[in-house]
Each structure stands twice: as structure tokens, then as C-alpha cells.
């Protein structure tokens, strides 16, 4: 038994301390520095710390400038230790990047198989993704049935005279209804879950997180099973209409798991409802809140509002929006654009090093992880000029993919490389069709109780909301 005992003390003191330790030197000796880190809590204390003195302050002036604001840690560091350093999530050593360059140069050469997604995230979001999220990308394998927008465009064209959910003729009235009311549901919990796990700064990466948030894990595990039950009764239900014609996004998911060959492409029905689960956040809350920090961008800038009219008029008219003519709506994908650089919803990338990487002479351990900050290069004034927090969307006019940014690694809101959101195509035509319609419908303006409030919650928010007043046109 003490044998036992003291080799399970050995095991925890090499994974939790020697190991850890021994990364932590082999990244100093190759000229990466960062804040001091201390165990077993690494440098989170120091970002507790730095959030509570950030996060009181909301305000009614409204300024873009929110690098310091939504990441108050990495803004201090970078002062200290320039744009690439080592920080450490508890024993987890990470290797922040908001250096354009850098990343080039460490995507340059890695195969898709030398990095993935950071595992220490994987159990602590399962519940919210799944498998799906972090272990080597299964979606990938189905890529293209979001990645087209024709699938998607037949989907929302059916929507154009009647309502969309209503042309389902394979479901009976009564059984759409339930799915409905099943969706809505799966939506609440969701942002229930993202509550419980990003609303404060939890311990991931420290031994035993697990019991250090009892509540919020506990929480997050059971809304993850409910949200698993719900979403698989809707499988099970639609199953049961084979042969039916694709409609929507978990149809095509379904048909090509059913059909088409090699066991590799079949989805299993866990990993149907682990995508389901991914698709439902990942597709919604990304889209939905481009679209608010939109409007209130546009409720600042009355002008834009007005372009945007005129432009909606000369390429739609009177008559029914149609894929090609959302192509067509060139300022809208600059605003849209420069939307994303001035507010990302997803404020951040990471991967982890499944091998060394070499970079400039210098080693990236196996194991480490890499947060790329896309706010930090969206606001940097070195890449995008004085202009940097100015709403400014005619940056994308003459360089509709960069806006005019210094590095083309400077401008990534959908990612990079291999692991590029499958959804951008999709993400672009759902943002012109709902903005169309609210601005052929409406003018707004912003509310006087608005509160300037954007923070981090996984995806980028304004915590607060965003009142705004609209008049009828
Ligand atoms: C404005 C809207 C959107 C933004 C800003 C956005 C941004 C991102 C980013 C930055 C990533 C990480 C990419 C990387 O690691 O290199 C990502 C991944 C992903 N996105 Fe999006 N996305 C949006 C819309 C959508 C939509 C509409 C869908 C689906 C319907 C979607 C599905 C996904 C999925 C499944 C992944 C995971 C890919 C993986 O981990 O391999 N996204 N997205």
C-alpha cells in the first residue's frame, strides 16, 4: 500500500512539477521570457488580479480601443516581453503570439499532424463541444457541407416566400413544433453552460481544477448530458424520416454519415450530436454577434447605415434576396470585415505543439500550447496605421481580404491554415441576409442607457447588451 502511495505521489510530482519545470527551462534557454510563474497556479492569480482592476468599468463613452480592456494580463505583458512570451495556465505552459510574423513563420513549415487543439481544454469544455473541438478536427471530414453556401443558400431560399421551417413537408406539424421547442431549448442551455464555464476565470490547466469550481463543472456536466438527451432525440426523430430530401445542416450531416462510403467519413451518432453541439454554438453565437457589435457600429455611424441602404436598394431592389445578389453587397462585406477586426467574436486561436517546432533557431516543445491573440493584431497600430480604432470600413475597399493590414497574418477572424472555420462562407451570407432585412425595415440609433461594456466570455460580448432605439421606416 505505501508502495502504492508513493508511487502515485511520484506520478503526480513528475507530471504536476518535473515536467512542467522542465519545459519551463527548455523554453528560457531558448529566449522565450514571460511573467514569473508560480505553482500550482502558474501566472492565473496574476490574471485574476488584473481582471477584477479591468472588469468593474464599464462606460458611456464608447472607445475601440479594447485590447487593454478585454485582455488586461496579455496588454500589461506585452509592455514587459513584447508580443510572443511564455505565460502558464497552472502547470500548462502556454506561448502567447500576437506577433504576425511569428506565426508565419511557425505555420509555415508544421504539418497539420505537428499541432492540434490544446488538450488541457478538451475535459473542461467536453461539455460544451464534445470530441468535436479539440481531437484532430472530424469535422474537417464534412467540411464541405457548410463550407458551400449553396447547400445552405437552397436551404434559405425555401425561406424567401414561405416560412423556412414550415417547407419541411417530411415533418408533421406537430413533430416540427417539438424540434423547435427542443432547439430553443438547447440554445438556453448553452448560453447557460457558457455562463457557468467562462463567466469567471476558472483553474484550467491547475491539478484538481475539477474541485476547485465544484459548481460550475457540476453545472456545466449536467446542462452538457440534458443538451446531449435533447439533441439526440432530434437525430433519433429525424431518423426515423430516411430518404427524405436534405433541408438544413444536421440533414446533410446525417445523409453523408448514412451514405457514400468509407467507415472513415460515417459519423456515429455521438459524434452527430457532438457536431450538432458545435455547430449550435460555434455557428450561432459567433454569426449573432458579429451582427450586434454591428449595429451598434452602425447606430454610431448613421452614415454607414444610409451606404448600406442605398447599396441594398441598387443590387435587391423590391424584389427577393438571392445568393447572387448577396455577393454583390460589397460595402456590407467591408463592414462586415471591418466589424470582425474592431470587435472579433472570437477573440482568440489557439493550437499545441503534437511535436517540436523550430523556429528561428529556437525549439517549441512538444506540448506546448499557443494562444494567438487576434485582438492584439486586430488593434495594433504598427499593422493597421493611426487609424487603428477608427470605424473605417473603405479600408477593405482596395484589399477586400486584408483591409489594408500590414501582414497578411495580421487579419485572421476565421482562423488559419487546416483549421480554418468551416463556417465563413455560411457565417457571410446569414450576416447580409439578417442585416438586408434590418435595414430595409429600419433606422436605429443608440440608446442613452448604453453601457460600453465588451468582455471575454470565450467569444467576445458586450456584457451589458446593447439597448437600442429603432423607428420604422
Ligand atoms: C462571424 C462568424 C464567425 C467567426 C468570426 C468564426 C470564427 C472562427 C474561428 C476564429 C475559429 C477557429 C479557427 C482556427 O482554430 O484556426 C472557428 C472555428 C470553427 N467555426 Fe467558426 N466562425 C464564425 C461562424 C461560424 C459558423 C456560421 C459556423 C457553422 C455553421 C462555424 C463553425 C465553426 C467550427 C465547427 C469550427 C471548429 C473548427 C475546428 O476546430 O477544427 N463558425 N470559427
Redesign the pocket.
Known sequence: MAVFVLFMLWRFLYSCWVLPNQAYQKLRRNGFSGPTPSFPLGNIADMKKSLRSSSSSSSLSIRHDIHSRVFPYFSLWQKLHGKVFIYWLGTEPFLYIADPEFLRKISAGVMGKSWG?PTVFKNDRKPMFGYV?HDG?I??KHARS?DGPNHLWKARNRRGDRNHEHSRRDHSEDELRNELRKRKEVFKKLRAMQMALFKYTRYVGVPFSNFMCPYQNSEAKKLGKEIDAMLLSIITSRKSNVGQPQKDLLSLLMAESQVGGSSEKKLTTSELVDECK??FF??HE??AL?LTWTLLLLAMHTEWQNQLREEVKEVIGDGEIDATMLARLKKMGWVMNEV?RLY???PN?QRQAREDIRVDGAVIPSGTNMWIDLVSMNHDRSLWGDDVYEFKPERFKDDSLYGGCKHKMGFL?????G??????N??ML?YKIVLTLILTRFSFSLSPNYCHSPSIMLSLRPTQGLPLIFQQL
Open positions: 487543439k473541438k478536427g469535422n474537417h457548410v458545435t455547430f460555434a455557428g459567433t454569426t458579429a470582425l472579433s467574436p472570437a486561436v477572424p476565421f482562423g488559419f491554415g483549421r480554418m472555420c468551416v463556417g465563413r455560411l457565417s446569414e
